[in-house]
């Protein structure tokens, strides 16, 4: 069986450093194995929409914002089709044969649902009595969508976030009920979550749980490198550690996890020279003796920022070069998307008409 990726995001917002190691960073070097025979990235805008209605503005610029941020990841639209949900019509016409093996009682279960419907303030009372907006039909239902845009490409792989997992864990349900009920057409997908635990779920700079556009926590990959070094330098470390000879904690202390994310033994060999200080200087190889010597007191968070500030430059600064080369040709990156939703229109075609034909649809054939 051909091995198939599919996987995508909202465009809400720019794409931060989060992204980056949650997805991005893999995503490329999934597509840089060989290992699959089709790669899909899709920007998911009609998704987006689901809980944005009134602001297609923002859905709008955020295709060229998504679309430049993949590019710079480096993204090769050559080896990996990026294309724009609302382009591929044959999703919605999916989304609405699969509702029908959907009860509402299923998606009123979906975890990640029920606390996005929390976090956006919706009502979840059946009688308004809490005087909240109700929660928009399409948003609820996007789960449904979701399996559409993974099974149109027949993908067998979705790399994504652990916040993902009840989406890949309803589409499977989704494609097992209908090819039982109608004929086996559709693929059962595997997630493939991010291997390193610093990566699954990157925090905000201030060490909440999660980077986010509205609690302002974010670097985004558009950053300049000052912008980074000035978040780095108000980052959260451990409240604890007050004196620089005081023992430190290495476990939630969101500089750290940073470095978990992105940090490479070759950084100390780069960047060892942000250890040796006036008063206290270190010969680190990696990040364990950095963490044994913050356990044990004497290495200060001045010292520590200044190396993830470089081992971010490190990352970033490619990713911003490429960025700006491909923003001076917006209209290069919209023909791009648009032969990627043209290639994408005609695979999503093939399954909608053998699903067509499943269902005992295709009358006039
Ligand atoms: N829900 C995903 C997100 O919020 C975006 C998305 C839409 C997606 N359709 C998808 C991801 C299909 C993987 C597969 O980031």
């Not at 899909?40 to 009609?46: C, G, S």
């Not at 949900?85 to 999703?91: G, I, N, T, Y």
């Amino acid at each position: 069986m051909a091995k198939i990726i599919l996987t995508g995001d909202r465009p809400t917002g720019r794409l931060h450093i989060g992204h980056y190691v949650g997805s991005l960073r893999r995503r490329v070097e999934l597509q840089d194995s060989g290992e699959f025979d089709r790669i899909f990235v899709m920007i998911a805008d009609a998704q987006a929409l689901t809980d944005n209605a009134d602001n297609p503005e923002k859905v709008r610029a955020n295709i060229t914002e998504v679309a430049l941020d993949y590019l710079a990841a480096g993204l090769d639209p050559e080896k990996t089709t990026i294309f724009v949900q609302s382009h591929v019509s044959e999703l919605t016409e999916l989304s609405f044969y699969y509702m029908n093996l959907v009860t509402v009682q299923r998606l009123q279960r979906n975890p990640t649902v029920k606390s996005e419907i929390k976090m956006r303030g919706f009502s979840d009372s059946e009688d308004g009595s809490d005087n909240k907006a109700g929660i928009p039909v399409g948003f609820f239902c996007y789960p449904i969508s979701q399996a559409a845009d993974i099974t149109a490409f027949k993908a067998t792989t979705v790399p994504v976030g652990e916040d993902q997992e009840p989406m890949i864990e309803q589409t499977r349900e989704i494609v097992r009920k209908f090819n039982s009920t109608y004929a086996p057409v559709l693929v059962e997908p595997e997630i493939l979550l991010p291997d390193n635990a610093a990566c699954l779920r990157l925090p905000g700079t201030d060490g909440k749980a999660k980077m986010s556009k509205s609690l302002g926590n974010c670097i985004y990959l558009a950053d300049d490198a000052q912008t980074v070094r000035a978040k780095v330098k108000g980052m959260f470390t451990d409240p604890e550690h007050l004196q620089v000879s005081d023992p430190g904690h290495v476990e939630g202390n969101t500089v750290f996890t940073y470095l978990d994310a992105f940090c490479r033994d070759e950084h100390f060999r780069k960047f060892g020279n942000c250890f040796q200080g006036r008063k206290e200087s270190f010969l680190f190889h990696n990040l364990d003796e950095v963490k044994a010597r913050y356990r044990a007191g004497g290495l200060g968070d001045a010292m520590l920022k200044n190396f993830l500030a470089e081992v971010l430059e490190d990352t970033l600064g490619p990713i911003r070069e490429r960025r700006a080369k491909f923003a001076a040709d917006i209209p290069a990156v919209m023909e791009m998307l648009r032969k990627g939703s043209a290639e994408a229109k005609a695979v999503a075609g093939q399954t909608l008409e053998e699903v067509k034909r499943a269902m005992k649809i295709n009358y006039f054939e």
